[in-house]
């Protein structure tokens, strides 16, 4: 087994996604000049901790050109030339000018985890150790009135200059008595409602917060939605998935602190470095499917030799997310990769429509039109309610063109 030291140099060097940079050179140059303005105007601002990111890197055992070769990958994971890959690791090393206040709501805590969990010092030095957490209350020291207290606090005192992360969804059913928060008894819904209200942003953290997740699943007793139902007039950026990845949250954060604004974002407000293509179109077993060798049922010979998953149920084809390509557990592996379909986590009502071993050829849906390299705003939102006709077509001419001899035990065909 690999000793810490490797693991987090494997997480550096892995080059995390692809560029896309045709936006043109007028449009790069510009956002270039305003990055470095925006990190000039950091630089002259006090920390709000007294970290030094290169001392905890350091600690780590990687070295600075390792550290580079991370704010490259991380550079392409923010859909950025080249050029902007001093500045990215210039942003990083200023992490510490930003605060963020993290709420907790209708959740499991599922995503915090993510975060505590994960290897450092690609987050949990980043996020933990560097940026100013003011206000997390399942890993702060503080409890009751003091908490309280030091929530107030940090609202006021950086009021319309603090990140809000929202992790869980919002109850709405019952006046909002099914969430409920402190001694006052302040509902989740006027407790986000309040701290949005002076934040610069609002990043909803997973499924949950991003479009209700489970708790908003049939019948959603508790009439759970999600943060962009209630939340206006600012800017939400939506993470979903169950757990999002940290690395997208750190994108996100990293694309504030080098910009000083949102990152892009697509029709359901994800941010399209992270959310940009399917899953199905990177994945490892895409040429399987092309091939039209599928896995039948669990444990046959498709299974054994790592066949696309789509008849026993993997929604890869219509699902936005970059798993395939960040993976989770220090890039270690993802669903797909260990033999799980996936199951759209990332997706809005994915417990409801996609949760479930068959294909969406099988499902009793009305399909929208569309290739399969297409972006959910291409497709338009119908691809939220549907699949593509498309996917259950090819994969079926795929079975029938190119499906491989099978050998038996025994040798035979």
Not at 256 to 275: C, H, M, N, W
Not at 294 to 316: I, M, P, R, S, T
Not at 338 to 365: H, L, Q, T
Request: hydrophobic residues 40%.
């Amino acid at each position: 087994m690999a000793d810490s030291h490797d693991m987090v140099k494997k997480v550096f060097t892995t080059n995390s996604a692809r560029v896309e940079t045709n936006k043109g050179d007028a449009y790069y140059d510009s956002l270039f000049e305003k990055a470095k303005l925006r990190l000039k105007a950091l630089k002259k601002q006090r920390p709000l901790k007294d970290i030094d990111m290169m001392d905890i890197v350091e600690s780590e055992g990687v070295n600075r050109r390792d550290f580079m070769k991370w704010a490259s990958a991380t550079t392409a994971t923010l859909m950025l030339p080249p050029m902007f890959t001093p500045l990215v690791a210039e942003a990083t090393e200023l992490m510490n000018r930003v605060p963020v206040v993290w709420i907790e709501l209708q959740d499991c805590a599922g995503n915090s985890e993510a975060l505590l969990r994960s290897s450092a010092p690609t987050v949990d030095d980043l996020i933990f150790d560097v940026l100013s957490l003011e206000f997390h209350e399942t890993i702060m020291a503080a409890s009751g009135h003091q908490a309280d207290a030091q929530l107030e606090d940090a609202i006021e005192h950086f009021k319309g200059k603090y990140l809000l992360f929202v992790e869980g969804a919002i109850p709405t059913a019952m006046n909002g008595q099914y969430g409920t928060i402190g001694a006052s008894g302040e509902t989740f819904q006027e407790h986000l409602e309040r701290l949005s209200k002076d934040a610069a942003a609002v990043v909803a953290v997973g499924t949950c917060a991003t479009f209700g997740g489970i708790p908003a699943a049939a019948p959603n007793p508790t009439g759970a939605v999600g943060v962009m139902n209630i939340v206006k007039g600012k800017p939400v950026i939506n993470i979903p998935a169950c757990p999002a990845n940290p690395a997208n949250m750190v994108g996100v954060v990293l694309h504030y602190v080098l910009t000083g604004q949102i990152p892009e974002l697509d029709s359901l407000l994800r941010p399209k470095f992270a959310f940009g293509y399917r899953i199905h179109d990177n994945c490892e077993r895409r040429a399987h499917f092309d091939a039209g060798e599928f896995v039948e049922e669990w444990g046959d010979h498709g299974a054994q030799n790592n066949f696309c998953l789509y008849k026993v149920g993997c929604k890869g084809p219509m699902t936005f997310n970059n798993c395939s390509i960040i993976r989770y557990n220090e890039g270690a592996n993802w669903p797909v990769g260990v033999g799980r379909g996936c199951i759209g986590c990332s997706e809005p009502d994915f417990w409801d429509k996609y949760a479930y071993e068959r294909p969406m050829a099988d499902a009793n849906i009305k399909a929208p039109t569309g290739g399969v390299e297409k972006t959910v705003d291409q497709f338009g939102l119908g691809l939220l309610t549907a699949t593509t006709i498309g996917i259950g077509v090819h994969a079926v001419t795929s079975a029938m063109v190119g499906k491989k001899t099978v050998h038996t035990k025994d040798g035979e065909e």
